[in-house]
């Protein structure tokens, strides 16, 4: 069974920055896609970044592109979501998530962290 940890959360300014990680223990992390979504009070679970199992292919919302980049490495079974220049509508809870194809949808993937949360406040 694969499972997820997220790590990296905090408090930050705006203008900040942030990196989140995505550990994964119990099936090597290479095989899989992986997706990282957030979601603020009162609003759906969104899609933010994904990146496919070999790294080679990226996708972004189209409000982090040129900000937010996602990364992995997976002799140490981990992803990266590497966030600058962070806004207050920056602020979720973010979650990393394991499936077979980098799609920003929820519903691609099958396994899930717990989230780390990240606020982006003066």
């Known amino acids: 069974q694969l499972q997820l940890v997220e790590s990296g959360g905090g408090s930050v300014h705006p203008g900040g920055s942030l990196r989140l990680s995505c550990a994964a223990s119990?099936?090597?992390?290479?095989?899989?896609?992986i997706g990282w979504f957030r979601q603020a009070p009162g609003k759906e679970r969104e899609g933010v970044s994904g990146?496919?199992?070999?790294?080679?292919?990226?996708k972004y919302l189209d409000s982090v592109k040129g900000r937010f980049t996602i990364s992995r490495d997976n002799a140490k079974n981990t992803v990266y979501l590497q966030m600058n220049r962070l806004t207050p509508g920056d602020t979720a809870v973010y979650y990393c998530?394991?499936?077979?194809?980098?799609?920003?949808?929820?519903?691609?993937?099958?396994?899930w962290g717990q989230g780390t949360q990240v606020t982006v406040s003066s």
């Open positions: 998530a394991a499936g077979l194809v980098d799609r920003l949808d929820p519903q691609a993937y099958d396994y």
């Open positions: 119990g099936r090597t992390l290479g095989y899989y896609a």
């Open positions: 990146i496919s199992s070999s790294g080679e292919s990226t």
